[in-house]
């Protein structure tokens, strides 16, 4: 006898599927990552990825007056600096790269939500994402730092400091320091299971930013682990995580929604350069259409459990959004 359950009632037309759509796109959801070249004259583009430019301190202005006029509520700054060296010093440089896209950003555009990496892989003349002691990074050595990056940030302004180092301790150390200098209501996005993957290589060619020797799978979780995973953001959460991030996202949704099922937080995923760079080769091949894999990969995160996702897409999908009126 044929089931009296017919599911194909629920998607007979549109009103009818839009009526029992689980999860929903917004670009309430989205955060735009920014890439700032201490020095630069005018915009630099990169092969490595395709329509994303290189801001160079004088256009900060304008770049976030027209994202705002995008849609888009928060920006998460990178810094790419002229000098490296053994500590990373321009990284917590009071007049640094990043310090000076904050203020400009805070006054071009007071409402926008700041959010700042903290890491080191950008300022080290080793490339790695901490200070480098006999044969590997010194974790203990690096969290101090971190927290020192994480004051400059606060100093001159920021929302949000987001911890990317993979080091033991870096979140309790950031609190901890933030607290100590009175920035109590800056929150930690911790990128607590951030995985050593091949999908940032497209942002270290731009950036500048691949270690000069070895790999980061000392400090980045494999991306074999889930476990492991669950007990970095179970960890980031007890020093005082405000909301933790799986990274990268696309082939990491199990994490995302496994995060979801155990940790009442907000959680982020980074959909990484490596994602963002696929979806372009393959558009420029005539493989795909671009738009409708983009709303498919992203809304898939979302899906999955993320309230947060930070996408270098993000400007499309606004303008795609309001396009169609929204996910369908």
Same mark, same amino acid.
């Given at each position: 006898?044929?089931?009296? @359950?017919?599911?194909?009632?629920?998607?007979k037309?549109?009103?009818?599927?839009?009526?029992?759509?689980?999860?929903?796109?917004?670009?309430?959801?989205?955060?735009?990552?920014?890439?700032?070249? +201490?020095?630069?004259?005018?915009?630099?583009?990169?092969?490595?990825?395709?329509?994303?430019?290189?801001?160079?301190?004088?256009?900060?202005?304008?770049?976030?007056?027209?994202?705002? +006029?995008?849609?888009?509520?928060?920006?998460? $700054?990178?810094?790419?600096?002229?000098?490296?060296?053994?500590?990373?010093?321009?990284?917590?440089?009071?007049d640094?790269?990043?310090?000076?896209?904050?203020? +400009?950003?805070?006054?071009?555009?007071?409402?926008?939500?700041?959010?700042?990496?903290?890491?080191?892989?950008?300022?080290?003349? /080793?490339?790695?994402?901490?200070?480098?002691?006999?044969?590997?990074?010194?974790?203990?050595?690096?969290?101090? *730092?971190?927290?020192?990056?994480?004051?400059?940030?606060?100093?001159?302004?920021?929302?949000?400091?987001?911890?990317?180092?993979?080091?033991?301790?870096?979140?309790a150390?950031?609190?901890?320091? $933030?607290?100590?200098?009175?920035?109590t209501?800056?929150?930690?996005?911790?990128?607590?299971? @951030?995985?050593?993957?091949?999908?940032?290589?497209?942002?270290?060619?731009?950036?500048?930013?691949?270690?000069?020797?070895?790999?980061?799978?000392?400090?980045?979780?494999?991306?074999?682990?889930?476990?492991?995973?669950?007990? +970095?953001?179970?960890?980031?959460?007890?020093?005082?995580?405000?909301?933790?991030?799986?990274?990268?996202?696309?082939? *990491?949704?199990? $994490?995302?929604?496994?995060?979801?099922?155990?940790?009442?937080?907000?959680?982020?995923?980074?959909?990484?350069?490596?994602?963002?760079?696929?979806?372009?080769?393959?558009?420029?091949?005539?493989?795909?259409d671009?738009?409708?894999?983009? $709303?498919?990969m992203?809304?898939?995160? @979302?899906?999955?459990?993320?309230?947060?996702?930070? /996408?270098?897409?993000?400007?499309?999908?606004?303008?795609?959004?309001?396009? /169609?009126?929204?996910?369908?």
């Open positions: 006898m044929f089931p009296k @359950k017919r599911l194909r009632r629920l998607r037309s549109d009103g009818m599927r839009r009526l029992v759509q689980e999860s929903r796109l917004s670009v309430d959801d989205l955060v735009y990552p920014i890439l700032i070249g +201490e020095g630069l004259s005018e915009p630099q583009t990169t092969k490595s990825m395709p329509d994303i430019q290189i801001m160079p301190p004088h256009m900060i202005h304008d770049e976030m007056q027209k994202i705002q +006029e995008d849609g888009i509520s928060a920006v998460m $700054l990178y810094g790419i600096p002229q000098r490296k060296d053994g500590i990373g010093s321009s990284a917590y440089d009071k640094g790269v990043v310090q000076n896209a904050i203020r +400009e950003t805070r006054r071009s555009t007071p409402d926008m939500v700041i959010m700042a990496d903290v890491s080191m892989c950008q300022y080290t003349d /080793t490339g790695h994402c901490g200070i480098y002691g006999k044969d590997t990074v010194d974790n203990d050595a690096t969290i101090r *730092y971190l927290g020192e990056i994480a004051a400059s940030y606060a100093k001159v302004g920021v929302d949000v400091v987001s911890p990317s180092a993979m080091m033991d301790g870096q979140v150390a950031i609190r901890s320091r $933030l607290d100590d200098e009175g920035y209501n800056v929150t930690i996005m911790s990128q607590s299971a @951030k995985h050593h993957s091949s999908l940032y290589a497209p942002f270290r060619d731009t950036a500048d930013c691949a270690p000069k020797w070895g790999d980061r799978s000392e400090y980045q979780i494999s991306y074999t682990n889930s476990r492991q995973a669950m007990l +970095e953001v179970a960890s980031d959460i007890a020093e005082g995580a405000d909301i933790i991030m799986i990274k990268p996202a696309a082939m *990491y949704l199990d $994490l995302v929604a496994e995060s979801r099922r155990r940790f009442d937080v907000p959680i982020a995923a980074y959909s990484a350069s490596g994602e963002y760079a696929l979806v372009h080769a393959a558009h420029t091949q005539g493989l795909i671009k738009d409708a894999v983009i $709303l498919e992203l809304g898939s995160i @979302k899906r999955a459990g993320a309230d947060i996702i930070v /996408t270098y897409f993000a400007p499309e999908v606004s303008r795609l959004l309001r396009r /169609t009126g929204g996910q369908d």
